[in-house]
């Protein structure tokens, strides 16, 4: 199948397809003439990145996982290492949100949000006066 119809199965665009390709993440044969041609495994491959990309795997863990995919003597092991080092960033990632969180209330909350000049978010923006 053509690039457009990958497209349409996997729900990925034509132009994140050429990308997965021009990375090497994805490799469709090339027919005598050129053009890509995508087969069902391939469609299905890129369906895997996709859902494994919505999950907020980088591309390296990506291709990673992807080898692991194809790889029938894989160890469940690796997998669960790869997806084990990523939940640990995003539970990083979500203390660090709540702490911006935090400030950020804070800061809100101690404005009046008035005609005055004076502003508390302003304030803690600019840092400790020199």
Same mark, same amino acid.
């Given at each position: 199948?053509?690039?457009?119809?990958?497209?349409?199965?996997?729900?990925?665009?034509?132009?994140?397809?050429?990308?997965?390709?021009?990375?090497?993440?994805?490799?469709?044969?090339?027919?005598?003439?050129?053009?890509?041609?995508?087969?069902?495994?391939? !469609?299905?491959?890129?369906?895997? !990145?996709?859902?494994?990309?919505?999950?907020?795997?980088?591309?390296?863990?990506?291709?990673?996982?992807?080898?692991?995919?194809?790889?029938?003597?894989?160890?469940?092991?690796? !997998?669960?290492?790869?997806?084990?080092?990523?939940?640990?960033?995003?539970?990083?990632?979500?203390?660090?949100?709540?702490?911006?969180?935090?400030?950020?209330?804070?800061?809100?909350?101690?404005?009046?949000?008035?005609?005055?000049?004076?502003?508390?978010?302003?304030?803690?923006?600019?840092?400790?006066?020199?």
């Amino acid at each position: 199948m053509n690039i457009g119809e990958a497209a349409r199965q996997s729900g990925l665009p034509a132009k994140t397809i050429r990308y997965y390709e021009d990375i090497d993440l994805v490799v469709p044969r090339r027919g005598g003439n050129g053009y890509r041609s995508y087969s069902p495994t391939d !469609v299905h491959k890129l369906q895997f !990145v996709q859902r494994a990309r919505g999950l907020g795997f980088s591309v390296q863990n990506c291709r990673t996982l992807l080898s692991l995919y194809e790889d029938e003597n894989r160890a469940s092991a690796d !997998v669960k290492a790869i997806a084990e080092g990523h939940l640990a960033e995003i539970e990083a990632k979500i203390e660090e949100l709540k702490a911006l969180r935090h400030t950020l209330k804070h800061l809100v909350d101690n404005c009046h949000g008035d005609h005055r000049p004076h502003c508390p978010i302003i304030d803690g923006l600019a840092g400790p006066e020199h």
